[in-house]
């Protein structure tokens, strides 16, 4: 479990670095921007924190995009998060105007 968990740490990591790097954004620019202190975003970046859903809001307000930017999971790659496939129910628009 130690395992599979680092290892989502480490993709979500990279998915902000990257993020931020498409920004043009330092550690230290985005640490400013969000409130959060640059050596706490390095140890996310490097896949060694594991960030709260409020920190995580913080970062997707601070660089203007939605939480679900940060989980880019296709089809192809589920099994990046152990036991998705049974879990996963089909996606339903709150749009959608038919029944359910």
Do not use: C, H
Request: aromatic share 8%.
């Amino acid at each position: 479990m130690d395992r599979e968990r680092d290892n989502l740490l480490k993709a979500f990591g990279k998915r902000v670095a990257f993020l931020r790097k498409a920004r043009g954004w330092s550690q230290e620019r985005l640490a400013l921007e969000s409130g959060l202190a640059r050596s706490y975003l390095g140890g996310i970046e490097n896949g060694k924190r594991n960030l709260s859903l409020s920190n995580i809001i913080k970062l997707s307000l601070t660089l203007n995009i939605p939480v679900s930017e940060f989980f880019p999971i296709s089809e192809q790659r589920s099994d990046l998060i152990p036991g998705l496939k049974e879990t996963q129910e089909p996606y339903v628009s709150l749009d959608d105007k038919t029944d359910v």
